[in-house]
Each structure stands twice: as structure tokens, then as C-alpha cells.
């Protein structure tokens, strides 16, 4: 019979173990942190029906179309209507104006939920922000909810 050493195998130190469970969770954090749209900024977009969000061009961007989300006639006037799937708020906040808004609420990331009385609500601390501008209304959210491009041709509203 042969016997095997009796030496363990060496494990790695303490040190080791947690310096890589911090770099794990930094990256964690960090990609978390990310942002998933370069381009957004605070500005809202004004679409009035007939025009497009590039400043009323016909000329194409190159984007093919976009997504279309909806009729002008589904969107209420004063209110809104959130589009999950896409990530985005419609809001007609006058007769015939329409604008989009980022529908993630800008306090911890939640999504919107609901628009009444003329303010986009987010379920998560009740952060309000306005149909009009994506301005805050009432806190715990600092920041404006990004706007969103999209174009108005005809009754049809599109992602753009």
C-alpha cells in the first residue's frame, strides 16, 4: 500500500478572498451605475402634430422610422400614458403638443407608474414630475426626467 502525503493543499489567504469580493462588487456597482442612453439630456422634447422631434426636417436621420407607440387620440390631453416595454411617457400637456419623457424615475431608477392631475408619479417614494417638462414637482427626485425624442405625423406617434 502506498500512502499519500499528509500535506494540504494551499488555499488562498484571507487577503486575496476578500480584495476579490470587493472588486467583484465595485464592478457590480459600477455597472449598475451605468447609463443606458449616452445621448439623453435635460431638455424637453416639443412635438406639436405634424412635425417630427428634429426640429420639423423632412430629412431623415437615419434611424429607418423608429418604434411606433401610439395615436395622437390615445394620449389625453393635460395627462399622459406610460409605454413600459419602451421605456417611455407620452404626455400631451396642451391640446395638440406632445412630449416623451424617460419613464425611469430619476431618485433610485424605479418606473413610473401613473399620471394624474397633470404629474407623472413614481410608485416607489412618490416622486412627482410634470406632464409639461419632466420637471420635478415633488420630491424625493432632484432631477428633471429626461426627454425623450419622438415625431407626430399625421395621428401617429413614433419612438424616434
Known amino acids: 500500500m502506498t500512502s499519500e502525503p499528509l500535506h494540504p493543499v494551499p488555499a488562498p489567504g484571507r ?6 469580493v470587493g472588486a467583484t462588487g465595485l464592478a457590480v456597482a459600477l455597472t449598475a451605475c451605468g447609463s443606458d442612453n449616452g445621448s439623453s439630456d435635460s431638455s424637453s422634447s416639443n412635438v406639436r402634430a405634424g412635425d417630427n422631434a428634429s426640429g420639423g426636417s423632412s430629412a431623415s436621420s437615419g434611424s429607418g422610422g423608429g418604434t411606433a407607440l401610439a395615436r395622437t387620440a390615445d394620449i389625453p390631453a393635460g395627462g399622459g400614458k406610460i409605454f413600459k416595454d419602451q421605456g417611455v411617457v407620452v404626455t400631451q400637456p396642451t391640446a395638440g403638443t406632445y412630449k416623451a419623457f424617460s419613464s425611469k424615475c430619476t431618485h433610485q431608477g424605479c418606473a413610473v407608474s401613473e399620471i394624474s392631475n397633470g404629474v407623472i408619479i413614481c410608485p416607489c417614494h412618490k416622486s412627482e414630475f410634470s406632464v409639461a417638462d419632466g420637471s420635478v414637482k ?7 426626467l429626461p426627454a425623450e425624442k419622438i415625431t407626430v405625423s399625421g395621428d401617429s406617434i413614433t419612438l424616434a
Not at 487577503?15 to 476579490?20: C, D, I, P, Y
Not at 415633488?138 to 428633471?144: E, H, L, R, V
Open 15 to 20: 487577503r486575496t478572498v476578500v480584495a476579490a
Open 138 to 144: 415633488k420630491g424625493p427626485a432632484t432631477q428633471p
